[in-house]
């Protein structure tokens, strides 16, 4: 069974700091580009960041380029989202997706359930 699990959501204050985790399993992780995705309410869903499985090549949102890092760990099936800096507007549901290449070609075979970021002012 295909699984991406997203954990470490929470409520942070403003200028705080989260590391969400994306935990995958049931396909060949290496195969896929993992990409984080976010929907406010009342918003569209904005793409945020991706990495490459084929040379690690990173994507960022200019909205969060700078407060934003992504990073994987192979070994651990594990992608994650290390987030600084945050902000009110940062407040979102946050998804991540497995993406139908090695490379971010933000088209997404597999999607998590998301992880609730709250960020206080």
């Known amino acids: 069974e295909v699984q991406l699990v997203e954990s470490g959501g929470g409520l942070v204050q403003a200028g705080g700091s989260l590391r969400l985790s994306c935990a995958a399993s049931?396909?060949?992780?290496?195969?896929?580009?993992i990409g984080w995705f976010r929907q406010a309410p009342g918003k569209e869903r904005e793409g945020v960041s991706c990495i490459s499985s084929s040379d690690g090549s990173t994507y960022y949102a200019d909205s969060v380029k700078g407060r934003f890092t992504i990073a994987s760990d192979n070994a651990k099936n594990t992608v994650y989202l290390q987030m600084n800096s945050l902000k009110p507007e940062d407040t979102a549901v946050y998804y991540c997706?497995?993406?139908?290449?090695?490379?971010?070609?933000?088209?997404?075979?597999?999607w998590g359930r998301g992880a609730l970021v709250t960020v206080s002012s």
């Open positions: 049931g396909f060949t992780f290496d195969d896929h580009a």
């Open positions: 997706a497995a993406d139908h290449m090695r490379l971010c070609s933000f088209l997404y075979d597999y």
